[in-house]
């Protein structure tokens, strides 16, 4: 299935700028927010006590004060969860980031859920080669197609090597913002639902690389929906379609994303799900990553 109904969640205790991820995290804004942690917090817990109200599953786990980790809210770009009892581990670019792989975790993730097999990428981190969860990939799991864009985060080796052990077929372009920089993940591009996928085409200069993009999403089968340079800034592309206790699916995404949409844009998602949006202000700004970011989808069957 493309969707899940169990998110994993870190909630934060020492939210802030990270600035080893932002030298290439163009969405990260240096603010003198002292409040960060603190307003980070309870955005977060809107947002799990949102998802909760709508039917979706959500396991928290509380991140810890040591090692530091600014960036733990974001447990997908370490970690994803698969079918059959799968876990990857990913290498990361910022060194910082690469403590939030912590064993606590994994380990409360097992009392609920069965993990049978584990894939470690991490070693690709003394090539310096990363590959960053599902913040560099963005997974048609259906079709097996592994949509991935070229930054100093997610290199074509390591994509390569995930797609052959997880049995995929990558899908590999280049994308830039409107300076010219390079994107840093691809869910902020783009976003694959179980009938439709949200694009921003506007980021990806290469023609034929563009056509290409195009007629692999056409070929799956789901509908192409377009979204601007200026929405895809405002975190528009980072989406992530979930489903509900009763099966009802769910396209979740921050307030600034929502607001961000044109009429016809958010008539056109909702003829195939609901929408939920929650405000994530502080978290984007600070993290440079929205509500996608947030949830690392569980795959695996519960014990």
Not at 141 to 157: D, G, I, W
């Given at each position: 299935?493309?969707?899940?109904?169990?998110?994993?969640?870190?909630?934060?205790?020492?939210?802030?700028?990270?600035?080893?991820?932002?030298v290439n995290n163009?969405?990260q804004?240096?603010?003198?927010?002292?409040?960060?942690?603190?307003?980070?917090?309870?955005?977060?817990?809107?947002?799990?006590?949102?998802?909760?109200?709508?039917?979706?599953?959500?396991?928290?786990?509380?991140?810890?004060?040591?090692?530091?980790?600014?960036?733990?809210?974001?447990?997908?770009?370490?970690i994803?969860?698969?079918?059959?009892?799968?876990?990857?581990?990913?290498?990361?670019?910022?060194?910082?980031r690469?403590?939030?792989r912590?064993?606590?975790?994994?380990?409360?993730?097992?009392?609920?859920?069965?993990?049978?097999?584990?894939?470690?990428?991490?070693?690709?981190?003394?090539?310096?080669?990363?590959?960053?969860?599902?913040?560099?990939?963005?997974?048609?799991?259906?079709?097996?197609?592994?949509?991935?864009?070229?930054?100093?985060r997610?290199?074509?080796?390591?994509?390569?090597?995930?797609?052959k052990k997880?049995?995929?077929?990558?899908?590999?372009?280049?994308?830039?913002?409107?300076?010219?920089?390079?994107?840093?993940?691809?869910?902020v591009?783009?976003?694959?639902?179980?009938?439709?996928?949200?694009?921003?085409?506007?980021?990806?200069?290469?023609?034929?690389?563009?056509?290409?993009?195009?007629e692999?999403?056409?070929?799956?089968?789901?509908?192409?929906?377009?979204?601007?340079?200026?929405?895809?800034?405002?975190?528009?592309?980072?989406?992530?379609?979930?489903?509900?206790?009763?099966?009802?699916?769910?396209?979740?995404?921050?307030?600034?994303?929502?607001?961000?949409?044109?009429?016809?844009?958010?008539?056109?998602?909702?003829?195939?799900?609901?929408?939920?949006?929650?405000?994530?202000?502080?978290i984007?700004?600070?993290?440079?990553?929205?509500?996608?970011?947030?949830?690392?989808?569980?795959?695996?069957?519960?014990?």
């Amino acid at each position: 299935m493309q969707t899940t109904s169990h998110i994993l969640m870190i909630r934060p205790v020492n939210f802030g700028f990270n600035a080893q991820t932002a030298v290439n995290n163009a969405f990260q804004v240096a603010g003198p927010d002292i409040a960060a942690q603190e307003k980070a917090q309870m955005e977060f817990d809107n947002f799990v006590r949102a998802l909760r109200s709508h039917g979706v599953f959500v396991t928290v786990i509380n991140d810890t004060p040591e090692p530091h980790t600014p960036d733990s809210i974001f447990p997908n770009n370490w970690i994803s969860f698969h079918d059959g009892g799968t876990i990857c581990l990913y290498p990361m670019f910022a060194e910082n980031r690469r403590q939030e792989r912590k064993p606590a975790v994994i380990e409360q993730v097992q009392r609920s859920f069965s993990i049978i097999n584990t894939l470690d990428f991490t070693g690709y981190e003394k090539e310096n080669l990363y590959l960053e969860g599902t913040g560099s990939m963005v997974l048609d799991r259906e079709n097996k197609l592994a949509y991935a864009c070229l930054s100093p985060r997610t290199h074509q080796q390591v994509l390569d090597d995930f797609c052959k052990k997880m049995g995929y077929r990558p899908v590999l372009f280049t994308a830039v913002d409107a300076g010219g920089k390079a994107v840093y993940h691809t869910n902020v591009i783009m976003c694959v639902a179980d009938r439709y996928v949200v694009i921003c085409l506007d980021s990806l200069p290469n023609h034929e690389e563009n056509k290409m993009v195009q007629e692999m999403i056409g070929n799956s089968g789901k509908e192409l929906i377009r979204i601007s340079l200026d929405q895809m800034n405002r975190f528009a592309g980072n989406m992530l379609q979930v489903h509900d206790k009763a099966g009802e699916k769910l396209l979740v995404m921050s307030s600034q994303a929502y607001h961000s949409l044109q009429p016809e844009q958010i008539k056109k998602l909702e003829s195939y799900n609901r929408i939920l949006h929650a405000p994530l202000t502080t978290i984007e700004t600070n993290g440079g990553g929205s509500a996608r970011c947030m949830m690392a989808e569980v795959f695996l069957k519960r014990n």
